[in-house]
Structures are given as C-alpha cells and as structure tokens.
C-alpha cells in the first residue's frame, strides 16, 4: 500500500507560478513511474505529466515548456514546477505513481484556481 500526500495548490493571477510536491509513503514499494494528472470541472481526467525513475518525462501538449516535473528517488517525491499559468491550468491536481508490479496509487487532489 501506498499514501501520497500532496502539497502546493492554491490561487493564482495568469502568468504567475506555483510548485506542487508529493510525497509517497509505504512499506518497502518500489516505484516506477510518478507523476501529476488533473480534473477541471466537467471534464475528464488528464495527464499533465510524468517521470519515470530513471528520469524520462512526458508532458501533455498544453503544458510543454511551462512546466517541469523532477523526482527524488531517494525520498520518493515528486515536484511540478508551473510557470506561465493560465485560466485553462484550473482544476483539481492528482499526483500518482504506478509500482513496478503496475499497481496505481492517487493522492487526493489539490486546487488550483488561475484567475484574475
């Protein structure tokens, strides 16, 4: 079993920025692959970005270039770094890690609203 905990959300103007953290916690879990996904209101779940544990990254299109996922292997954290936000960036954020069995674990989700 694994807990994330997350950290970061909030309220912020277009164009400003703001990091969020997670935190995974469990019993001698390996883990594979780490990342953020997000819900904005009425519409799907989707993947914002992900790192997997030898460093390789993927990022949706409406992200590239603003923002940037990193991970410690060692402490099991992973960290969005968001710049140039925009009103479209507004949901709920869920960070995830997949185990090397490929079992999913999600944390609770964390707001952020980008408004003027």
């Known amino acids: 079993q694994v807990q994330l905990v997350e950290s970061g959300g909030g309220v912020v103007q277009p164009g400003e920025s703001l990091r969020l953290s997670c935190a995974a916690s469990?019993?001698?879990?390996?883990?594979?692959?780490m990342g953020w996904s997000r819900q904005a209101p009425g519409k799907g779940r989707e993947l914002v970005a992900r790192?997997?544990?030898?460093?390789?990254?993927d990022y949706a299109p409406s992200v590239k270039g603003r923002f940037t996922i990193s991970r410690d292997n060692a402490k099991n954290t992973v960290d969005l770094q968001m710049n140039s936000l925009k009103p479209e960036d507004t949901a709920v954020y869920y960070c995830?890690?997949?185990?090397?069995?490929?079992?999913?674990?999600w944390g609770q989700g964390t707001q952020i609203t980008v408004s003027s």
């Open positions: 469990g019993s001698g879990v390996g883990l594979n692959a």
């Open positions: 995830f890690c997949t185990t090397w069995g490929g079992t999913d674990y």
């Open positions: 790192i997997m544990r030898r460093g390789a990254t």
